[in-house]
């Protein structure tokens, strides 16, 4: 099983939902996923096609659950892990990782099917934007639904789902309940874990629905609602839906004190990664501190703005380079514009990776794995092949961000584990080959950054601000050429 491009259009269309998550990719790039994501009841419609229910009977409960993201162009396999007159249980796996769990239980029946309206209905196009202070027991929104006739079919018949088998009510509560998720609640900030419901009566079209908050646990940002979904003749379709409304992107990169030790004043440094995250805070540091800052970013422009804006009455200055860092030809290029404007280079930080995506070291994972590492290593690479003469020439300072996960490895992150460990290999044996310039290593803990934008992620987590001053203050502290040095 293989999602691509036009399967998001086509659910999108069908189901009308229109959350960014799975269609924006400069939306996506800031949320810990880093790239647009498959909708799960896109995932959960296609397992459908792979499996058939009991002769004589209709799909009477439904209960799914979301373990971990799936992407395009990624092959998935649906296993069966029982099957009886009565139910069907199955999960959709990543290799040996299960990325989503499905429960069909059924009744004596034969399909049902709903008049389908030939324009689709929905009260939003644009998702509800909820604040986590919101999300309170007893909100409630409602509104008609009903997904475009032709929509629907076209994506029926690209996920090879017979429709005479199925009948309509499972798989309009799937799309209405996609909906219902990512436009309505929680919403904007929404990632779709759970559903659990109850299917009886004949779907009509155009629906009814109403969904309400149960509970939020605000340790885990877990919203349980409760939603039913009705016809003419009442309501075919009821249950609870569980999400986790993520937090909004942490901003406090801009808020840095005005006042900088002047340690390096006059000097020009160049931050790989600069323009979210640990980097930005870097960057800026280094501009109160009155460095001239050059902040080299691949997509995020809006952030590299802000972050201009915010340094903007600072002793140093930023410029803002946008590329591709693990391109040697970018980086050349790079170096002639500041050796242009600047005569060379004091300092270089190696912050940019790519996205992380939990992986494990199986068959189904490695051209991934290799690709990641690829990409990855190139990011580290590339720039002190360009850049160490430059830092030569100045006596200057080279630091690379790695992570704490070298020490203690967590069991999904092979890759990432791997990509620092030998980011810091190659640090090392450049402190060898170039005497002259200082090497520095921090392996900094959990940080409120976009990329661990989750309740686990964020919990006990340092602010990027407060971590970044740390770091300089020891780059700073630490001048012994051809040796290589942790920032503790």
Not at 77 to 85: A, G, K
Not at 423 to 449: D, N, Q, W, Y
Request: glycine share 8%.
């Amino acid at each position: 099983m293989r999602f691509e491009e036009k399967h998001l259009q086509l659910f999108a269309a069908a189901s009308l939902d229109f959350h960014p998550l799975h269609l924006s990719s400069k939306y996506a790039h800031t949320t810990p996923f880093g790239q647009r994501v498959v909708y799960g009841m896109l995932g959960f419609s296609a397992c459908l096609a792979q499996l058939t229910p009991p002769s004589g009977k209709v799909v009477s409960s439904v209960r799914v659950e979301f373990d971990s993201a799936l992407f395009l162009e990624v092959d998935y396999s649906l296993v069966v892990q029982r099957q009886t007159e009565r139910e069907i249980a199955a999960a959709l796996m990543d290799g040996s990782v299960t990325c989503m769990s499905l429960r069909l239980r059924f009744s004596d029946g034969t399909p049902q099917f709903a008049e389908l309206s030939e324009e689709g209905t929905a009260p939003r196009q644009v998702s509800r934007s909820t604040q986590l202070s919101e999300l309170r027991p007893a909100l409630s929104f409602g509104g008609r639904y009903a997904p475009p006739r032709q929509a629907y079919l076209d994506l029926l018949g690209a996920l090879g789902i017979d429709r005479q088998v199925w009948g309509d009510a499972c798989l309009l509560l799937a799309m209405c309940s996609s909906y219902l998720v990512g436009m309505e609640l929680p919403g904007e900030n929404a990632i779709f874990t759970a559903m659990t419901a109850e299917l009886e009566g004949n779907p009509d079209l155009p629906s009814d629905f109403e969904v309400t908050v149960d509970s939020y646990d605000e340790r885990y940002q877990l919203v349980e609602t409760r939603f039913a979904i009705s016809g003419r003749s009442g309501t075919y379709a009821h249950g609870e839906i569980s999400a986790v409304a993520r937090s909004p992107r942490n901003q406090n990169t801009y808020a840095l004190r005005r006042e900088g030790s002047s340690q390096f004043a006059g000097k020009t440094a160049l931050v790989i990664g600069a323009s979210r995250g640990l980097g930005a805070a870097l960057a800026l540091e280094l501009v109160a501190e009155g460095c001239n800052v050059v902040g080299a970013y691949a997509q995020s422009c809006d952030d590299m703005q802000e972050l201009q804006a915010a340094g903007r009455d600072l002793p140093g200055q930023l410029i803002a380079e946008q590329g591709d860092a693990s391109s040697l030809e970018w980086c050349v290029g790079l170096k002639g514009r500041i050796l242009e404007r600047f005569g060379g280079l004091d300092i270089l930080i190696c912050n940019a990776a790519p996205a992380v995506r939990p992986l494990r070291i199986e068959e189904a994972t490695h051209d991934r794995m290799l690709a990641f590492l690829q990409r990855g290593f190139a990011l580290v690479s590339a720039p002190l092949s360009s850049f160490l003469p430059l830092l030569s020439v100045a006596q200057g300072r080279v630091l690379l961000i790695s992570s704490i996960f070298v020490e203690e490895p967590p069991k999904n992150w092979p890759h990432y584990v791997a990509l620092k460990a030998a980011s810091e290999g190659l640090l090392r044996t450049a402190a060898a080959a170039h005497p002259k310039v200082t090497f520095c290593i921090a392996r900094p803990g959990k940080l409120r950054t976009d990329m661990s934008n989750t309740p686990l992620g964020w919990f006990e987590a340092e602010e990027p601000v407060a971590a970044a001053h740390q770091i300089l203050r020891q780059v700073a502290s630490t001048v012994t050429p051809g040796e290589v040095h942790f920032c503790q």
